[in-house]
């Protein structure tokens, strides 16, 4: 019996597209295995690393709905190209980086450049299948939905591999090749003509004042988590910022973020503020853990990295087992919470004479969690994203994600101030218990969605 020609999947079309998408998850955790190595070398407190983290996710969170505004108005593999130039321009920039601060503005360049890849490569196959007068096969959103997932718990992997053997300058060198081969099969996709593109300058097509409140507001905000001094005045200036962000957009018609959108959809919003704590955790667990084996288990970094690998694989086997098995929303968002407890536990209980037998079935635990929480939140988006409003929708997603994440790096800046020890493990676990809590809270509260919807994997 051969298979429907419909259903088959150009490899040659998706190739680039998940190569692209692949690199936001990995530059976010490749550096997980490289932070200790990288403040030796610059004789920076290991509590700088948060100081790379962060950038990243703030220059994502900006520039996730900008450039999928910008996917939407000129041609995707336009947009998408940029984004991989920017990346280009960053890895040049971290491999010869002669100071910590160059370091921090390559993954500013890292940060902006791969946020381009997910909102571009979804426009691309919206307009291959549109044209087709066909809808958008599940395989094909699988397929970036698994690549993305399983790029981000490899990272650790892949960064202690890199950093052993060509020292912490190979995380940043893997996006030359990684990021040129993605511009070489690019070119086997075909530019979407948009004839009205040059009637008008791209600063009357997008919101420029909504974007610069918002970038203002998360910028205020890390210097005031960050400084120790004058700390009432910058988070007065974010929450003034905020303010200002949250009147502009709700008069806009095309904002760049839709602040009606939450306003009248509650149970959407719900979902956001779930999206953040679940982040927030995951990435504690993802940053902490690698460090703490570096550094009081005094491991190297390519065996650090594969004592991560079984994270990588139970997140995976699990998402898709979830996605395919577990059909009911709910089912899915208490197995979400549960193994995220799990997890925080086992921040609790490791210590400088736990086994690395015991460190590995930790690690999996993790990734069982990551695995779970991923596919419930994004069946949870698929439930609640209003008709016609799926990609504004699930961008401010990804946003929230990303503040998760940006503030999972500023405690870990906090924790790690004094040094990487036993106790300062075990503080990240109480910061992911109260995410849990909070975790537990939303889902006692949360709406029925209005409808069910599980994303093909």
Known sequence: MTKDPENRTDWKFMMPLVLGTMMNPLNSTMLATALVTICLHFSENVSAGALLITPLYISAAIGQPLMGRLADIYDPKAINRFGILLVLLGAVIGVFAPSFAWLIVARILFGLGTSSAYPSAMALIAHKYGNASRSIPGNILGIITVASQVSLVLGPLLGGILTQFFGWQGIFLINLPWALGTLLLLRNIAPVKKPNDAQLPVFRKIDAPGIFLFAAFLIFLLIALTQHSSIWLYAGLSLISFAAFVWWERKQDRPFIDIKLLWYKPSLMLVYLRTLATN??????????????????????????????????????????????????????????????????????????????????????????????????????????????????????????????????????????????????????????????????????????????????
């Open 280 to 457: 927030y955790t995951l990435y504690l667990f993802l940053y902490a853990m690698p460090q703490w084996i570096e550094a009081v288990k005094a491991i190297p970094p390519a065996q650090t990295g594969l004592i991560m690998l079984p994270m990588s694989l139970l997140s995976a086997i699990s998402a898709i087992v979830l996605a395919r098995r577990i059909k009911s929303l709910n089912v899915q968002n208490l197995l979400g919470v549960f193994s995220l407890i799990a997890a925080c536990i086992c921040l609790f209980i490791l210590n400088q004479s736990t086994s690395v037998f015991w460190i590995i079935c930790a690690n999996m635990i993790a990734g069982i969690s990551i695995g779970v929480n991923i596919i419930a939140v994004q069946t949870a988006m698929s439930a609640e994203a209003p008709p016609g409003q799926t990609g504004i929708s699930f961008g401010l997603n990804r946003t929230f994600g990303y503040m998760g994440a940006i503030i999972s790096g500023l405690h870990l800046k906090a924790v790690f101030h004094t040094g990487i020890t036993d106790l300062s493990l075990h503080q990240c676990g109480w910061f992911a218990s109260v995410s849990c809590l909070i975790l537990i809270v939303l889902l006692a509260i949360r709406t029925k969605p209005s409808r069910d919807s599980t994303p093909a994997v």
